[in-house]
């Protein structure tokens, strides 16, 4: 046997092995069904995934025509977590859309008006149904709504924890509505939440929020506070693995730091304590404009820039143990210098324009910040 066909044998029983891991299932399952098994606690949406729901109420309403129409309609895929309970990892919009319109409060978010159970608008195939709740439809598309099947796709308890990680991963990273760290958020809880609360707790401390004050209220609402705690640490700790794209490399660290099985070292108590004197820093020289570019005029401008945001925050590490916050002297001395620098044209050169997010330029601009630094203290 040559070595090609030795490799191929190879590859075969690697594939093989991987298949014996998974274990599915599939299941022809009403709504009414899921309904019952959502109120019992057999259903399970996790209140981090609860928060992702982004159906306005006329996709949910033309959902509901599709259902009672009969239009064929896409599997949904659950985790076995043990016999009998599921939890729910892709169909969020289509099970939560039924819940809502048969009056289920799956999150915070439903308006009180429609915390009965909402009235459909944007039918466009029977406008006729625009207007009515589920009770006062006419009992025959109750009964539709209620015996209308969906096929349910189980991942088995007994399937390998890292595939039912993958699975996840890879049926949510194609959607367009979920922003990366939304769904970092909901696929790095199968590996272990303990990082992903680390981060979102961190996205709490008062300091951090008042630096990134004039981050917008979109990225806010796409967990971009949190997408920025973990581009601190994915750039202090994983640097040298950057290459031209952050995001597949805040995936990378992420799921590095939660997989138990690769043994990666985050020390919680020291880094909760680097990342708090950063910030603290940080709040007490520039505060708001932490973050902030200066215009031609040398005024700041009320915006964040993820090139500051990296150039500030990691170019004060190698000196974090020698300021004093206490010293007020100290601080006044930091803050003159670090808006000289953000008026320095070379280092507006290198923190606008084009062609900035490669690994030679991010050194750059933290060697600017830490170079600057190193001359004060």
């Known amino acids: 046997m040559d070595d090609i066909q030795v490799k191929g044998m190879d590859l075969i029983h690697a594939v093989d092995d991987k298949v014996k891991q998974v274990r599915t299932r599939s299941l022809d399952i009403s709504f009414n069904e899921l309904l019952d098994m959502y109120n019992n606690g057999e259903l399970i949406i996790d209140p981090e995934y609860q928060r992702l729901f982004r159906w ?11 259902l009672i ?24 919009q289509r099970v939560t859309s039924y819940l809502h319109f048969r009056g289920k409060q ?24 625009n207007g009515y709740n589920y ?14 099947f969906i096929r349910v796709e189980v991942l088995r308890k007994e399937s390998d924890s890292r595939l039912r990680f ?21 696929i790095m809880r199968l590996l272990s939440p303990e990082f992903n609360d680390f981060i979102i707790e961190m996205s709490l401390n008062p300091d951090f929020k008042k630096c990134i004050s004039n981050i917008s209220d979109d990225k806010l609402e796409a967990k971009g506070d949190q997408e920025l705690v973990l581009r601190f640490f994915t750039f202090k700790n994983y640097r040298d693995r950057y290459r031209h794209d ?14 138990p099985t690769l043994n990666v070292i985050f020390d919680y108590a020291t880094e909760k304590l680097i990342f708090e004197k950063t ?69 507006k050169a290198l923190t606008t324009g084009g ?15 830490a170079d600057k630094v190193a001359n004060v203290l």
């Open 246 to 259: 952050v995001n597949p490399l805040m995936d990378e660290y992420m799921e590095a730091v939660s997989d």
């Open 355 to 369: 062609g900035k997010n490669t690994a030679r330029e991010l050194n750059n601009r933290i060697s600017a910040v």
């Open 106 to 129: 799956t999150n915070d978010s439903i308006p009180e008006e429609d915390k009965g159970g909402f009235r459909l608008e944007g039918c466009d195939i029977v406008k006729e149904l």
């Open 279 to 347: 910030f603290k820093v940080l709040a007490l020289t520039l505060g708001e404009y932490a973050f902030a570019r200066t215009n031609a005029n040398n005024n700041f401008v009320a915006s964040l820039s993820p090139y500051h945001f990296e150039a500030f925050t990691l170019g004060i590490q190698d000196y974090l143990d020698k300021i004093d916050e206490d010293n007020l002297g100290m601080v006044s001395t930091l803050k003159d210098m670090f808006i000289e620098i953000k008026n320095d044209q070379r280092f």
């Open 166 to 186: 993958y699975m996840f991963k890879r049926l949510n990273t194609g959607g367009e509505e979920l922003s990366p760290q939304e769904i970092r958020n909901c």
């Open 56 to 66: 306005g109420k006329d996709k949910q309403s033309r959902f509901m025509e599709s």
């Open 135 to 148: 009770e006062e439809l006419p009992n025959p598309l109750k009964i539709k709504l209620k015996r209308n």
């Open 69 to 92: 129409i009969e239009l064929p309609i896409p599997p949904i895929f659950v985790l076995e977590r043990t016999e009998g309970i599921y939890e729910l990892i892709d169909g969020l």
